[in-house]
């Protein structure tokens, strides 16, 4: 499998969380210290404070994606590991609001990741996470869980007009696109019943994904020409072949 990932992107999120969350501490202490200064201090004690908690939120949420290792991406290409040099692992490319995506001979599977974790009940397309009190302030700098469906289906519509404004729409519709919906965290206990898009844990993925199901393979050339609109340029992607 050829993994193409866009390092400039993570770089900078990496770098925005390590200086986000010291400087965004620094500015909440700061708040902490001005309403010690007087009652007309207590305005902007909280300008600093809301500001601080936010940026610290902000900066911790990138740290915690970005800068933790395995990565989201890490994962993925790890579970993804065996398939042969026809599937290419594509990660957070500049072209596309979608972090993560696989070209198959088959067509496209964009993959909808979540790190979150402890026990998310999944009933069609409706999403509720179980958690005490204590757990929900524990992984506030996670982010909120959403809806990863809805997320991976606007992910494949985001494809599929990315194709036919490179392709035309008589090549585009020949590409298949679906969305599946990944939890990359080993704590995650997902409960999925009748989802509307597949939910699959990251030791299910590389064989979810053999497992043809009634697809049918592109012809050579539009497996060609679809690659060739998803190249990422070298200067801002780091590529490796896993066999």
């Not at 506030?140 to 990863?148: E, K, Q, R």
Request: hydrophobic residues 40%.
């Amino acid at each position: 499998m050829q993994i193409v990932t866009n390092q400039k992107f993570i770089d900078s999120h990496v770098k925005f969380g390590r200086w986000g969350s010291t400087l965004g501490f620094l500015v909440l202490m700061g708040g902490f210290g001005v309403s010690f200064l007087g009652p007309e201090w207590i305005l902007p004690s909280y300008v600093c404070l809301i500001s601080g908690f936010m940026l610290f939120t902000m900066a911790r949420y990138n740290s915690i994606r970005y800068d933790m290792r395995p990565r989201e991406d890490e994962v993925l290409a790890n579970s993804l590991k065996g398939l042969d040099v026809k599937y290419r692992l594509i990660n957070y490319t500049d072209d596309l609001p979608v972090p993560h995506f696989l070209l198959s001979p088959y067509g496209i599977v964009v993959l909808e990741t979540r790190h979150h974790w402890g026990e998310i009940v999944n009933q069609g397309s409706k999403w509720r996470q179980r958690r005490s009190f204590w757990e929900a302030l524990r992984s506030m700098a996670v982010g909120s869980l959403g809806n990863p469906s809805k997320d991976a289906q606007r992910g494949v519509e985001a494809v599929r007009r990315y194709l036919r404004e490179r392709l035309g729409e008589e090549q585009a519709a020949q590409v298949a696109v679906e969305g599946i919906v990944v939890f990359t965290s080993p704590k995650a206990h997902v409960i999925a019943e009748q989802p509307a898009v597949p939910v699959v844990a990251p030791k299910e993925l590389r064989s979810y994904i053999r497992t043809a199901q009634g697809r049918e393979k592109m012809p050579a050339s539009l497996a060609k020409a679809v690659a060739d609109i998803f190249e990422v340029p070298a200067p801002e992607t780091r590529k490796a072949a896993r066999k």
